[in-house]
């Protein structure tokens, strides 16, 4: 991956204590890049002395047990309008990553970046969707430059939280019986290093789209469980709560766009990525 469009450049980062913003920090540092951390809360005026040419908008409030829609309104959504307030002052780009989950329930069985949005699944996704309008707000109005990543299922090694991978994760290392609800479920698994790269693959030319990143294949749940008994050499036990369902949920992803105009080919598949996550 070539990122000459980045020397030279000023970067912020937002959210980098999260979880892509730890992996995102390490690899600018990796690449001697200059970059500069937002320790503060997006929900305030943000104030950076210097220039700054590109935000990494990552800081997000993210689906937790107690989470409520406000939280979501007033981070992702308020606190996206404070760092587009702040990219039209110092006439920065702002790369935004978003989710696949805008598409809602499609009938399509891959969603491009053509198929119609349907976000109010949820008061995280429509929060998320609400700074992607945002950002074409500010860009119709004052011209500044984004670029939107629809981020598949995305995880990788310290990952916390309801996400399947961590949940089946967490199982095995305490030797618990993982809870979910349909092994036949399938979902596109992108790992945090494709993510990141993703994110670092945007250059200059590419501006005002929305792309879908995704690894561009999709994996039943009993897939995924089946792959960590098969590295770990471990037997996971799950209770499926909805097992003889006939109904099977899930979408694949279509990243044709994201290869022709970030050049963006993802390397880990779901036992690569695994592996690194279990430690193997």
Do not use: W
């Not at 800081?59 to 039209?88: D, H, Y």
């Amino acid at each position: 991956m070539t990122l000459s469009h980045l020397d030279g450049k000023r970067i912020l980062v937002t959210g980098s204590k999260g979880f892509i913003g730890k992996h995102l920090v390490r690899k600018l540092k990796s690449l001697n890049l200059n970059f500069i951390e937002f320790e503060g809360d997006v929900k305030d005026d943000i104030s950076i002395e210097g220039n700054v040419d590109i935000v990494f908008h990552l800081a997000a409030k993210v689906p937790q047990k107690n989470s409520n829609e406000e939280e979501f309104n007033l981070v992702n959504e308020k606190g996206t309008i404070n760092v587009l307030k702040f990219c039209n002052d110092k006439g920065a780009k702002i790369i935004y990553p978003s989710s696949i989950g805008v598409y809602g329930i499609p009938k399509e069985a891959n969603v491009s970046e053509k198929s119609k949005l349907s976000p109010k699944i949820n008061p995280y996704v429509y929060s998320k969707f609400k700074g992607e309008e945002a950002c074409l707000e500010y860009s119709k109005k004052y011209g500044i430059n984004y670029v939107i990543l629809r981020i598949s299922n995305v995880y990788g090694p310290e990952q916390v939280g309801k996400g399947l991978i961590p949940t089946l994760v967490d199982a095995l290392k305490k030797d618990e019986v993982a809870q979910l609800r349909d092994k036949k479920s399938y979902r596109d698994f992108i790992y945090v290093e494709d993510v990141i790269n993703a994110l670092l693959s945007v250059k200059d030319e590419v501006n005002n789209l929305a792309i879908n990143i995704g690894y561009g294949k999709t994996y039943t749940i009993e897939e995924v469980v089946k792959t960590i008994n098969k590295i770990s050499n471990k037997t996971l036990e799950v209770n499926y709560t909805n097992a003889d369902s006939k109904e099977v949920h899930g979408f694949g992803v279509d990243i044709s766009l994201a290869k022709k105009v970030l050049g963006f080919y993802p390397k880990f598949n779901l036992e690569k990525g695994l592996k690194e996550v279990l430690g193997f």
